[in-house]
Each structure stands twice: as structure tokens, then as C-alpha cells.
T-cell receptor, first 115, second 112 residues
Framework: EAGVVQSPRYKIIEKKQPVAFWCNPI?????LYWYLQNLGQGPELLIR????????DSQLPKDRFSAERLKGVDSTLKIQPAELGDSAVYLC?????????????FGPGTRLTVL | SQKIEQNSEALNIQEGKTATLTCNYT??????LQWYRQDPGRGPVFLLL?????KEKRKERLKVTFDTTLKQSLFHITASQPADSATYLC???????????FGQGTTLQVKP
């Protein structure tokens, strides 16, 4: 069974440019998460989807970040415009709401460098 | 707000010894506490979950304890191997929300 797929794996852009990350969760997983991870820190939740609905986006900086999960499957996270402080790893995770343990399965992440 | 503290200093141990990692939290006791492993350049991988009414959980060479009085969880790896070298993250979940709050992780280095 394929795991969570993310692309690209690495992205280097100049500040003020837009950037987008794509995530395909594990088949059948209704819940999708986007996390940000800074070096030496644990992941921090940006947004959580249940199917196509964003049920928790309280930590998403909405002035420059946006996300969508139109058909309740894959998802895109966008930053426009990017700032130097956005350099980090962006992780996507998914879980099956049917699982009682809410174990989350993470993708490999996209490492963003803003110059 | 809930805070999680893991030892930010790397833990270096000799192969065969038991590694013990600590996770302390403030404020409310979570319904669940999870431990994840993260290798460089990869996403975290789930290892174990322990509920608030459980004192101890085991899986092969791994053991997790949960003391809600001390607000602490300990993660043990017995008979450690160089392949156990990684960063270990603890994460708290309140209720059945699916929302995890992660600690900063502790890096374990097992030397042969």
C-alpha cells in the first residue's frame, strides 16, 4: 500500500514568489493534515481537513497561506508571497477517522528554502 | 496553553544498553499520548500510543509509561541498536480530536 505522497521534495524560491505543495493521502483516509516543521522542532499543525472541509485552520496564517482539498482526496497548500521565515519542512499527514487511535501517517515532507 | 518538553540535548548510549527518553507536559492531562520516530529527511513514523488510564504499554523492545500525576511519559528502548538512532517525538492529543501537539524531539545516538 502506498504511503502519503508529497511533491515536490525540495523547493528553492526567492522571497515574494508564490509556491505550492501537493499531497496525496493514503487511500481511504478521510482526515488530512498539513504541518510545518522548523529545524530542531516538532511539527506544528497548520490545517486539518475532514473530507473536503477544513475543520481546524486556526494556526494557518491566512494573509499569505491558503489550502484546498476540493474532492476530499488530494490537497494543495499555497504560500503567496513567500517570506524568508517560511523556510521550513512542510509535512502532510493523513489518518482514517475510523481508526480509534487516530494514528497519523506522514509523508516525507517538502523542504522549502526562501532566499 | 499546553506545553511539551523533551530533552533537547542528544542522548548518546552504547549499543545493548537501555535508552530512556523523557516527555513532560504542563496543564491538562491528555486522553492519549503518542510517540513517533523521525529519521533525517523523512516524516515521523508512529510507534506507540498510551491512554491516560494505562500505566505502561509495550511493543517488542519498546516500552512507554504514562504518569498523569507527574505529567510525564517515559519512552524506553531496551537492547538498543545503532539502527535505533533517530529523533523521537512525543505528541499529546486531547480527547478524540485528532489534533496532536508535538514536543521538539530528542535525538538518540546509539554507538556500536
Amino acid at each position: 500500500e502506498a504511503g502519503v505522497v508529497q511533491s515536490p521534495r525540495y523547493k528553492i524560491i526567492e522571497k515574494k514568489q508564490p509556491v505550492a505543495f501537493w499531497c496525496n493521502p493514503i487511500s481511504g483516509h478521510n482526515t488530512l493534515y498539513w504541518y510545518l516543521q522548523n529545524l530542531g522542532q516538532g511539527p506544528e499543525l497548520l490545517i486539518r481537513y475532514e473530507n473536503e472541509e477544513a475543520v481546524d485552520d486556526s494556526q494557518l496564517p491566512k494573509d499569505r497561506f491558503s489550502a484546498e482539498r476540493l474532492k476530499g482526496v488530494d490537497s494543495t497548500l499555497k504560500i503567496q508571497p513567500a517570506e524568508l521565515g517560511d523556510s521550513a519542512v512542510y509535512l502532510c499527514a493523513s489518518s482514517s477517522s475510523g481508526l480509534p487511535l487516530n494514528e497519523q501517517f506522514f509523508g516525507p515532507g517538502t523542504r522549502l528554502t526562501v532566499l | 496553553s499546553q506545553k511539551i518538553e523533551q530533552n533537547s540535548e542528544a542522548l548518546n548510549i552504547q549499543e545493548g544498553k537501555t535508552a530512556t527518553l523523557t516527555c513532560n507536559y504542563t496543564n491538562y492531562s491528555p486522553a492519549y499520548l503518542q510517540w513517533y520516530r523521525q529519521d533525517p529527511g523523512r516524516g515521523p513514523v508512529f510507534l506507540l500510543l498510551i491512554r491516560e488510564n494505562e500505566k505502561e504499554k509495550r511493543k517488542e523492545r519498546l516500552k512507554v509509561t504514562f504518569d498523569t500525576t507527574l505529567k510525564q511519559s517515559l519512552f524506553h528502548i531496551t537492547a538498543s541498536q545503532p539502527a535505533d538512532s533517530a529523533t523521537y517525538l512525543c505528541a499529546l492529543e486531547r480527547g478524540n480530536t485528532g489534533k496532536l501537539i508535538f514536543g521538539q524531539g530528542t535525538t538518540l545516538q546509539v554507538k556500536p
